[in-house]
């Protein structure tokens, strides 16, 4: 697959980092350099900033898929976009039915309304989960900068961007040394965008192996929630209790 070639020669794909953390989590005790993560943009640049909840669905081959989610904030910094993603569990009763759907259901679930708004109002305290990442980076493409291979693969050649990434991974704890996604939009309905999602990642033992995932995913807008007309009343009546 043409399209797939890239960060460390390996195909870009979409993220499952997590699949390597179910079998070992984490084990290092060495001092964590911070994450870093960059942005580049090839072209013109989709108008996605915001607040976005990524659901993969992905699996090797024919086998069961699993839910894989993510949060993305996406801004706009010195007039360019910026993307930031953030691995973390998603509350209780989401979190709940993520793992239901892994369990029982094959790899599905779609989030009703309460659950966007549940995750809308945890947002900015979302527990975080650690996938052993230590660097990120995001390329960005425009459709009208496509080159010859997203046109004509099949996985990208309707999508309405693209979004490639490349993660390297702390060694040891079964985590891959490194992986490269591939995010590929093929729709937008009711603001929300689906489309194809690939993954591979290498292994690190006994000798370098490609290991390949693919589905679908789904990226889901989360509004930035604002305390409501009651939350501020409530406020403020509290605050002349206490006078």
């Known amino acids: 697959m043409r399209v797939a070639l890239g960060v460390c020669g390996i195909a870009l794909a979409a993220s499952v980092g997590a699949w390597a953390e179910d079998a070992a989590p984490p084990t290092t005790t060495t001092t964590r350099p911070p994450l870093q993560q960059t942005t580049t943009v090839d072209g013109t640049a989709p108008a996605i900033q915001g607040r976005w909840l990524v659901l993969a669905s992905v699996g090797i081959g024919q086998s069961a898929k699993r839910v894989v ?6 801004s706009t910094k ?3 976009l910026e ?5 973390v569990v998603l509350p209780p009763v989401q979190d709940a039915a993520i793992k239901r759907g892994n369990d029982e259901l094959g790899g599905v679930w779609s989030p009703g309304p309460a659950d966007v708004a549940a995750i809308a109002a945890a947002w900015d305290t979302l527990e975080p989960e650690d996938r052993g990442i230590t660097t990120m980076t995001h390329q960005v493409t425009g459709r009208d900068a496509f080159d010859a291979d997203l046109k004509n693969e ?4 309707d999508a309405l961007w693209v979004l490639r990434q490349s993660y390297v991974f702390l060694p040891g704890g079964s985590r891959p040394v490194n992986q490269a996604n591939l995010l590929a939009p093929l729709k937008l309905e009711n603001g929300v965008y689906s489309g194809n999602y690939i993954a591979v990642a290498v292994a690190a033992a006994p000798f370098p192996v490609p290991i390949k995932f693919d589905g679908s995913f789904q990226m889901i807008p989360i509004e930035q929630v604002s305390p409501s007309l009651w939350t501020r009343l409530g406020d403020f009546f509290a605050g002349c209790n206490r006078r």
């Open 69 to 74: 989610p993510s949060v993305l904030d996406i």
């Open 78 to 80: 010195d007039g360019k």
């Open 83 to 87: 993307v930031r993603e953030r691995h």
């Open 154 to 157: 099949a996985i990208s050649k």
